[in-house]
């Protein structure tokens, strides 16, 4: 059974930081694109950052360029999220996706696996 378990999230005042990880389990996830999503109340649920399974490429929202940086270590099964300079327009629900393809991709119905999410507050 794969599973998908992020960690990391809270409560943290606007400009602050955090980093949430993201670790599977079931299955090695080294030949898959992975990415991070987030939701907030009464909002769809936005793209935010995608990473190849070599690490090599990424992809980033504009919203968060600058800000976050997504990277994965292979021999942990592990993806991460930095967020640095957050605003309270980032509180959210982050949630980590994989998808059976190596590219990126910013269409969530491409990512196959999902994590239950992690909530991030930002206060101002």
């Known amino acids: 059974q794969v599973q998908l378990v992020e960690s990391g999230g809270g409560l943290v005042q606007a400009g602050g930081s955090l980093r949430l990880s993201c670790t599977a389990s079931?299955?090695?996830?080294?030949?898959?694109?992975m990415a991070w999503f987030r939701q907030a109340p009464g909002k769809e649920r936005e793209f935010v950052a995608a990473?190849?399974?070599?690490?090599?490429?990424?992809d980033s929202a504009g919203s968060v360029k600058g800000r976050f940086t997504i990277s994965r270590d292979n021999a942990k099964n592990t993806v991460y999220l930095q967020m640095n300079s957050l605003k309270p327009e980032d509180a959210a629900v982050y949630s980590c996706?994989?998808?059976?393809?190596?590219?990126?991709?910013?269409?969530?119905?491409?990512?196959?696996?999902w994590g239950q999410g992690t909530q991030v507050t930002v206060s101002s």
């Open positions: 996706a994989a998808r059976s393809g190596v590219l990126v991709s910013t269409r969530y119905y491409e990512y196959v696996y």
């Open positions: 079931g299955r090695t996830f080294t030949k898959n694109a």
């Open positions: 990473v190849t399974w070599s690490g090599g490429t990424t």
